[in-house]
């Protein structure tokens, strides 16, 4: 629409993006006349497939002997030419280093370049897409084609459907003017001052901001949010007037924001540093020591393939992990506070190869992003740039506890759960007692019978909010590791910790990688 209001407009193509190059090129060849190509240019991006994509781009324009320019991506916080390291080897290996390293934040983005006014147009010949694809030329049979194979062979045939009376707690719709209108009403209703207090909710449409699609996808720039803050905090937008913090500065919520957005900006930084070592089993740390389990994998037994079927599926009797694994594959969503449960619950707790969760998120997430996503697994299996590395474990009862205390997200996406009312058999499914399943119809339900893990946790035990990185208001206070053991080597020591057999009292140190 935006490059429709500029005079110009978009064609899709399906392919190897140097196969349809070629193609497009061949064929404006064969209209010489009309048209002439003078150029191709793309955006420089990290990832080793990207790097193939540019590296196919760059040859086939070299061979048609027409101009290639790579543009430096500008949609991150800080610009690439502000960074004060001379080269990725360079860059710290904890976020913390980097994050001083450019503060004060609100100072450190560059401008928002002006859109412009208009574009060229488009040349009325365009060569047409190759076979055997059709490109549909409306909206809606694009999105159908797209979904065709999907409901032909779902992903997961035997999924409990969609449950009633849900919503998605992040229902995108795609493009810069949604997205700009999201950064909006995240501003006027006050969700971005209070976005420290509420970002590690579950349920709902505000809690954080819901901006990761748009940013994923380019439709809106980090730097674009900065400056709607800034026009915000300096009184500078009449639309804010009369919201709280309006004209008064950076607050703790808008402050949090630009701190998440750097977080963003650093996992692409990462990416750059380690290269293929984003989607290797050792990760940035190139720790090659754990006995990883993989479905099919040698040495595996068929409970391995069934245990992750169940995690996939969201019947692994943990209530926090089965509502968040439903609820990404219904909607393409799931928050942060449950991702890390999630990523947690598979490589700590049933030990298996963090990379098929990472593949299975890839899949499912609608605001997928490479360096995202995998230095997100990465971190929280143990082997990316958490200091902390393997001690970090969450235990997904009592983060229910901490951040669903009434089992209000559980039982919105597992519907048998709903009978429940004591939030200690909502978390812990297993607990119910025998005489009581038969009456709430949890009779033979593999998530009471069979629990994954019972993860211990004593519902109603004090202690203090926690876990991971984002432990709610304490990012370096209890981490929230409760006694739930995982597997994969680990053992409970007893203080609060678990510790990897046979390095128990060894210190933990960031190897540096
Ligand atoms: C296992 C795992 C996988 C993840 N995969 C992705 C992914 O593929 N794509 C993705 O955008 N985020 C990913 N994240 C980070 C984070 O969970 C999402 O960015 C966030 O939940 C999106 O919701 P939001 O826009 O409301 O976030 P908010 O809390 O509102 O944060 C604002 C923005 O900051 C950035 N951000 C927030 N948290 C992080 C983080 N931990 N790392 C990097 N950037 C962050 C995002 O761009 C986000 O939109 C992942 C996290 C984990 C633990």
Not at 67 to 85: A, V
Request: hydrophobic share 30%.
């Amino acid at each position: 629409m935006d490059l429709e209001n500029q005079g110009s407009n978009l064609v899709l193509r399906v392919g190897m993006v140097g196969d349809v190059l070629e193609d497009m090129l061949v064929g404006f060849r064969s209209k010489e006349k009309d048209v002439q190509v003078v150029g191709v240019w793309m955006t420089d991006e990290e990832g080793v497939e990207e790097k193939g994509e540019e590296k196919a781009v760059r040859q086939v324009a070299e061979k048609h002997g027409i101009g290639f320019r790579l543009w430096t991506d500008e949609k991150y916080f800080i610009d690439d030419r502000d960074i004060p390291f001379d080269s990725p080897r360079k860059y710290p290996d904890v976020f913390t280093s980097y994050r001083k390293s450019v503060e004060p934040l609100r100072d450190a983005p560059r401008r928002v370049l002006p859109t412009p006014k208009s574009l060229p147009t488009l040349p009325n010949f365009i060569p047409p897409q190759k076979e055997p694809f059709l490109i549909p030329g409306k909206y809606d049979g694009l999105q159908s084609a797209l979904l065709k194979p999907l409901e032909a062979r779902p992903l997961l045939p035997k999924i409990a459907p969609f449950p009633k009376g849900v919503k998605s707690a992040s229902p995108f719709e795609g493009g810069s003017k949604a997205g700009q209108k999201r950064i909006q009403h995240l501003i006027a209703s006050g969700a971005m001052t209070n976005y420290k207090d509420t970002r590690n909710g579950l349920l709902g449409l505000d809690f954080s901001t819901k901006l990761s699609a748009w940013l994923a996808l380019g439709c809106i720039t980090a730097r674009q949010v900065h400056f709607q803050l800034i026009d915000f905090e300096e009184g500078h937008n009449e639309e804010y007037r009369g919201t709280p913090g309006y004209g008064k500065g950076e607050n703790k919520g808008t402050a949090a924001v630009r701190f998440e957005l750097l977080w963003r900006d650093y996992m692409r930084l990462c990416t750059r540093k380690f290269g293929p070592r984003l989607f290797r089993v050792g990760g940035f740390r190139d720790d090659n020591s754990y006995p990883w389990k993989t479905p099919d994998g040698k040495g595996s037994g068929p409970e391995v393939k069934e245990a992750f079927e169940r995690f996939l599926n969201g019947t692994t009797g943990t209530g926090l992990i089965d509502a968040s694994q439903r609820e990404l594959y219904h909607t393409g969503y799931t928050s942060n506070r449950a991702r890390q449960n999630v990523a947690s619950y598979l490589a700590k707790h049933l030990g298996i190869n963090w990379k098929l969760g990472a593949e299975w998120y890839e899949s499912l997430l609608t605001d997928y992003d490479l360096s995202n996503n995998w230095g997100n697994w990465q971190y929280v299996a143990g082997v990316g740039n958490d200091p902390r590395g393997e001690a970090r474990v969450f235990n997904p009862v009592k983060q229910a506890v901490d951040y669903d205390p009434r089992g209000e997200y559980i039982k919105a996406w597992v519907e048998e759960l709903r009978p429940l009312t004591e939030p200690q058999e909502i978390f812990q499914v297993w607990k119910v007692e025998p005489e009581r399943r038969k009456k709430l119809d949890l009779e033979s339900n593999i998530m009471v019978d069979k629990p994954l893990k019972r993860i211990d946790f004593r519902v109603g035990s004090k202690g203090g909010r926690g876990g991971g990185r984002y432990g709610g208001s304490s990012r370096n206070g209890n981490r929230g590791r409760g006694r739930g053991g995982p597997q994969n080597g680990y053992h409970y020591n007893g203080n609060g910790r678990y510790e990897k057999k046979g390095q128990e009292d060894k210190p933990r140190v960031n190897n540096g990688h």
